[in-house]
Nanobody
């Protein structure tokens, strides 16, 4: 299984970006998947997750109302739409996939995921 993250870059505060995570070797519709981020000096933290099958989504409190996770089964890709970006959103963003069926609380845990993308840098600065 390989996950290829893309779409990061430099954006001004208040701007938007859309991250993509293309999967190969496993269908995104059959996987609980998520985005995490890691800022310098911090641990990797949960940003948003999407369940297999019905596609229920979950967001971290810090990004609620600004970020949205989605997926395109035909393209075997998940996305993270990021709006109203702030400097505190600056981080390397990682997509992740789990092979098991996670309980809701486990979706926020780094250790629940078996596969990780390489990360894409998002920098929010004027």
């Amino acid at each position: 299984v390989q996950l290829q993250a893309s779409g990061g870059g430099l954006v001004q505060p208040g701007g938007s970006l859309r991250l993509s995570c293309a999967a190969s070797g496993r269908a995104v519709s059959n996987s609980d998947m998520a985005w995490f981020r890691k800022a310098p000096g911090d641990e990797r933290v949960f940003v948003a997750g999407i369940r297999r099958s019905r596609g229920a989504t979950y967001n971290a409190d810090l990004v609620k109302g600004r970020f949205a996770i989605s997926r395109d089964n035909a393209k075997n890709t998940i996305y993270l739409q990021m709006n109203r970006l702030i400097p505190e959103d600056t981080a390397v963003y990682y997509c992740a996939a789990a092979t098991g069926n996670l309980i809701t609380s486990s979706m926020r845990s780094v250790g629940s995921y078996d596969y990780w993308g390489q990360g894409t840098q998002v920098t929010v600065s004027s």
